[in-house]
């Protein structure tokens, strides 16, 4: 078998007994996923995947620059980039991975991918240089079949609603093709419009144009441009949106007065602005989707610090999402202070935060979110998405904020097939966190199992108006 | 019961039965409180308290702000506001907190309420909507009674001194009635001149002024304004003071010359300074203190790090410590510099750091105790003031700074009752780390026998010189 | 004894138990020491020892700057100092530090003279004030004999080779001696060229100067001052070094052109340079010494963090190195871009980076080395070679980085005694971490062995091309 039952409970015998016994309680809960990046598409054409190679590695970034640190090519990795030659045979790329499996030891990769070897495809022999023909012959086949299909594996899955991410410009066709057909699948949108706020994004002249095109305001003007988000916003959420994302590199915010915000927008557009205003901006945005927010309900999920495309060459050449995002050190009190001494009292007002610099857990995000109605934190992101990182999470953040004021568990997923995997991690890492409470006599076991509860399910639920 | 006897103590069997031995040599030692905030005019006059909601939530910014986080109004939790009505029916405020108890699963207002639910008043049965009423009446019961009386508590509590806090302008009238009293309790103050040392504090001119009169030195110079210091200091001194406090936001320190500080004063006191020069001035009046601490003999504690009153309307209606200071990114390493360039290496120094930025427990506080002799570590503060917060102390500073460069623990409370709580806390945390030390074979139990007793009475008693 | 068989290993019976299976694995393993402070000299003319204080106090800085903080005087230690009267009587100092033995409680320091005191001179009791005269006659003793000379003891501690450290102005004789003498132990030096890059160095010109004598290179000009690290690097590689180590202050790189660059040097050389300057001149140099390890095969060490020197009384009197280097806030992902960007994509780039701050694990070191294949992470380092500093080293940076981007243990010591003791340490803990991963069943104890041994004693050979 590759999954142990009581893989990361405790080791102590003691809090592994009530780790299981609350784990029992929330095993089996549908699955809440608010927040993710996985393709429409495959929903609303629902047509089988093709194999392992493209199924499971080549959209996988995670995967993708582990395997780039210690040497492979994105080309040899079946990445497609510009005036370069990307290897097709699938076969082989498989090989590399299965022979550099051990690579993934202890990393969440390797739990995820074991969880989706196991649950969704029925193998039990380990990966590695010898089983990876095994491997890509018996994956082909089963994906071949109907009931590994998208909609198929939703349902296996035991998927409850699934969010994915669109920008401001998307016309979500899917979601309306999915929301036409026969089937019961609940798949929404989140309203993502960083491609129409960051002046630095590709093409932002164009998307701002783009954006007065599909809305019918004029653009060029501040209060065009407000109402162009109004009516986007609206018209996410008439297909089922009830939240939006906005990933700056930054969380700082502004408070501007109209006039001075018309100004910066004129120059913002006309292209004349420099870096400061650039930034000035954003953080004027960041107010002004708050404010919208509190008009019509949406949740706003803020994920700021991440260096994006550190590396120019591999953004020239493979473009975004391909392993050289990096975190950076991130701000929260001073940054955001514009934006809640203006509405962060408001109790209609929900923002979620997340962070990928684990010191503002303790120091700056628990606070906060302790303090102002409207800030609740999200849960351990991206690089921090993993046991350990999780286990942390909890332990800095919990003694501060409680558990309500956290919204439970984001897969925030790419690779499909992980998202059940991700779940199971989340839930097992928070009922050994209570488990622990439990050993330690902080809170009951009863208490306990109604907390595991809320973690799993509840909390992703209630918070994200779903 | 609400309380388990080896609550906090490690999970597993074998670190459990050290701990349990080490605390069974701690439990009962007389508890030092070398700082805090509670009310001398309690002890000086022995008043009853009156109402559970009084005692218990009012005062206490951390089950306020806990409660504020998720949309409750201060004025509905009993809070004093300009132009607000405040909820004037306790026992609804009361029905509030209990209804909501569920919220502080895991946080220390938790433990220490529990603690204080059962220890004190005998309650053995969980706070929640059902026990409200009950626990509103027992409570208001008991405080009608002589044995809940202050000075009745601060002997049931065990306590053998207990610090609290006053501004240089003070009269200590309080401590003076207490010392001239026959009740044999020992209140002692602490100096905090914030209010005359930072330019920004509300009426810094008036209290310059005020502070001017009661010394009998002109303080609109520089040598006045330092003589008044000294006089406040000793006059401090002569009631018992052995420390003073300065909880500044940073701890920037500088080294003018008398000159340079003579006419830079004279800029803070006709309000021409810039906000460069308030922080100087405030980074040079560190290092003033720090001189009159070799020469007076205070033990001088620097607690940095809060951005206090992160919200405005909440101070402008509810004023200060209403749970919206929120810590921030600090630094100590170059900011101290100038201080200890210029007195670090000094014996007769004794500077006791604070921190509300763990990150800079191993980075730069452990080391820099760990090698001046004028600076120790206080113990984890305020929102670290907390299981798992003081478990991270430990863990972070022991390495570097061992256990002779700390100084045992403060309780910071404004809430009486919770004061031996918060030292049953801080015993069980420490002796779970040394347990672990011991099941790790890194100390012998003997060793951590001796480190158990220094943590928990003596090293407070020696670092305070008490 | 002084030392147990299961220290080090986790609390609980289940880990522990396996923590001890994969330790048999690696316990005796040799030693591989790539990274180092200990002297070529002692292994060139293999001198005994004289004394316990000259061999285990009067070196080693952890162990001053504990003694320092509690009130010692650095003279009373037996460090030599300008103008300073500094303390004759060996055995007195000795008693000094067995008196305040208590105060390493829980510090490496003290897990590393026990190790000495049990494993090299064969002691069971603890150093006190009562054993203080038998330790120190008993050790005097032991160092008059033959096997308690360097190349012994070298054989004694089962080291297959061991790096010092060299400054690029170093001729080297001791290494040459040793290379020429019978004797098989492999003693090579590292490339620590911080003397002739940092403008800020002591007596900078003087060593561009002689850096340009012993190259005879015209180091007034930039193309011969790069012709003189080339020629330096390739001397030192004739002598068997495989690394470079540069030890500023900050990570920063720069990435200028051909004659910015040259332009830049000349300022440098010529004094009229600012800080600023200075400081993208250190940037520069080290994208040069980048590109030259593409060429030449360096391993590129960069070990940036540290705040040198922060207490100048005790520079100016004492020097260098004694305990007065504070860790400080570092950043990584802004300021290694330049370098990256040009380089970083080159598999024939080996750089090891290291940390002070704590906080940077997971939040940057992880994440580059887990994309970049020019990069890895070398060890915890310095105030952090600890056993809770390698537990959170493993905690932070494994989920994102995996272990193979990591390089197994450097002892980094100038006390040669504690090498075994330090290996020691760090085959324990990650045997410890190993353990709690397959307790957690995340990976299998057959992975684990596999994986200890890498880290133990494959990876630093591998990493370091030795």
């Known amino acids: 078998m590759l999954l142990n039952e009581n893989r990361l409970f405790p080791a102590d015998e003691n809090s592994r007994g009530i780790a299981k016994r609350l784990f029992n309680e929330v095993e089996k809960l549908p699955i809440i996923s608010p927040h993710g990046h996985t393709d429409p598409s495959w929903f ?9 190679t493209d199924l499971l590695i080549v959209p996988d970034h995670y995967v993708l620059r582990m395997l780039v640190s210690q040497g492979f090519k994105l080309e040899n990795l079946g990445v497609i980039g510009k005036d370069i030659n990307t290897e097709k045979d699938k076969r082989k790329i498989w090989k590399i991975f299965a022979e550099n499996y051990y690579l993934f030891r202890s990393t969440p990769s390797r739990i995820w991918m074991d969880h989706t070897f196991e649950n969704l495809f029925g193998i039990n022999k380990p990966l590695n240089q010898k089983t990876a023909d095994f491997y890509f012959d018996h994956i082909g086949e089963c994906l071949k079949k109907d009931e590994f299909r998208p909609r198929e594996m939703y349902n296996k899955f035991n998927i ?5 991410t669109e920008s401001a410009l998307d016309n979500l066709e899917f979601h309306k093709s999915i929301k036409n057909s026969n089937w019961n699948g609940r798949i929404i949108s989140t309203y993502r419009p960083d491609n129409v706020i ?12 783009k954006f007065g095109e599909i809305t019918n305001e004029d653009t060029t003007t501040w209060t065009g441009y407000l109402n162009a988000h109004r009516k986007r916003r609206e018209y996410f959420i008439s297909l089922g949106t009830t939240a939006s994302d906005h990933g700056l590199s930054t969380a700082n915010t502004a408070d501007l ?10 120059k913002v557009i006309t292209k004349i602005a420099n870096s400061h205003e650039k930034e000035l901006f954003r953080a004027q945005m960041l107010t002004e989707m708050a404010k919208m927010s509190i008009e019509d309900g949406l949740v706003m999920q803020i994920h700021p610090g991440s260096h994006r495309n550190h590396n120019k060459n591999i953004l020239d050449i493979f473009g975004r999402d391909k392993g050289f995002d990096i975190p950076q050190r991130t701000s929260y009190v001073d940054v955001l202070k514009p934006l809640l001494s203006r ?8 923002i979620i935060l997340f962070t990928l610099d684990e010191s503002t857990y303790s120091r700056e995000l628990a606070p906060l979110a302790g303090a102002y109605p409207s800030l609740k934190l999200g849960p351990a992101w991206w690089f921090h998405d993993s046991p350990n990182g999780m286990m942390r999470y909890r332990e800095l953040v919990t003694e501060t904020a409680g558990f309500y004021n956290t919204v439970g568990f984001n897969d925030d997923t790419r690779a499909f097939p992980s998202v059940p995997a991700r779940h199971d991690v989340s839930r097992r890492v928070d009922c050994s966190f209570l488990a622990t409470q439990v050993a330690k006599h902080i809170i009951s076991e009863e208490e306990a199992r109604e907390v595991a509860i809320e973690l799993a399910y509840k909390l992703a639920k209630v918070s994200y108006k779903l």
Request: glycine share 2%; aromatic share 12%.
């Open 257 to 266: 007065n109209n006039e001075e915000a018309s100004k910066l927008f004129e």
């Open 198 to 209: 960051d002046p630095d994004f590709d093409n932002f002249k164009e998307n701002i144009d």
């Open 343 to 350: 509405y962060g009292m408001n109790s209609k007002l929900n």
């Open 44 to 52: 609303a054409s629902n047509k089988n995947f093709t194999n392992a």
């Open 160 to 164: 409850e609603i699934l969010s994915t």
